[in-house]
C-alpha cells in the first residue's frame, strides 16, 4: 500500500492525474469527470518512471509464472513496457489499436513466439476495452497472457467484469480509491469530496 500511495501521489504532483470535484472535466465520451488522467506526462519525469517501473518489476516477481516477453499497449502503454523489458532483460513487443494499413499490415511490432507468456502494459484501465484488445491480439497469435498490468484505475465494476469474462487477470500499482484516500491525507481534499469523488466513480460503474 505504501509504494500504492507514493506512485499516486506522485501522479497527482506532476499533474499526470488532476482532480476537479466539481466535475469540470469532459471525456471525449461526453461524460462530466472530476478527474483527468494522463499518464503519458510521466515520460517527463526520470524520478516517476524509474518509481513505476520498479513497481511493476516488483509485481513480475511476485507471479509464479514469469513472462518471455513484455507487450505495450499502444501508444502511452509502450515507454513503460520498454522500460520494464530493459529493467528485466526481456524482450519487448508493442500492440497497435488495429493492424497497419500497408506494409505487412502487422498488429504486433516487434516478435512474438507461439507459447511466449506475456504481461501486457498500460498506462490506465477505465473499462478496459483497449487493454484487452491488445491480449486478444496476443492470444491469437499464440502467446499465452500472464496479466495485464497498468499504472493506475478507476476501479470502475464494468472493467473488472470485462477481465473476468476474458479469463485474463488484470492488475495496477493504485488506483481510484487510493488515490483519494492519499489526497485526503495529504489535506488536498476534504471528506465531502472524497466522498463526492467515490460516489461518482460508483455511479458511473453502475451504468
Request: hydrophobic fraction near 40%; charged fraction near 25%.
Amino acid at each position: 500500500m505504501h509504494k500504492a500511495k507514493e506512485v499516486a501521489k506522485a501522479l497527482y504532483d506532476i499533474d499526470a492525474i488532476q482532480i476537479k470535484p466539481d466535475r469540470s472535466f469532459t471525456w471525449t465520451s461526453g461524460i462530466k469527470s472530476p478527474i483527468y488522467c494522463d499518464n503519458r506526462l510521466t515520460m517527463s519525469y526520470p524520478q516517476v518512471r524509474r518509481l513505476i517501473a520498479k513497481e511493476f518489476a516488483r509485481m513480475v516477481e511476485q507471479l509464479p509464472t514469469k513472462p518471455d516477453c513484455i507487450a505495450g499497449c499502444a501508444t502511452a502503454g509502450i515507454p513503460h513496457a520498454a522500460w520494464l523489458s530493459e529493467y528485466l532483460d526481456l524482450p519487448m513487443v508493442y500492440v497497435r489499436s488495429k493492424p497497419k494499413g500497408h506494409g505487412k499490415r502487422n498488429q504486433i511490432e516487434g516478435r512474438i513466439h507461439q507459447g511466449d507468456n506475456v504481461i501486457v502494459i498500460e498506462d490506465l484501465i477505465s473499462t478496459g476495452g483497449s487493454a484487452l484488445e491488445s491480449a486478444r491480439a496476443l492470444q491469437a497469435e499464440g502467446a499465452n497472457v500472464l496479466r495485464v498490468f497498468a499504472i493506475f484505475s478507476y476501479g470502475l465494476k464494468k472493467a473488472a467484469e470485462q477481465f473476468e469474462n476474458a479469463d485474463i487477470p488484470y492488475e495496477t500499482i493504485t488506483n481510484f480509491d487510493i488515490l483519494s484516500e492519499t489526497l485526503l491525507e495529504n489535506n488536498q481534499l476534504t471528506k465531502e469530496e472524497k466522498e463526492s469523488l467515490i460516489e461518482w466513480r460508483d455511479q458511473l460503474g453502475a451504468e
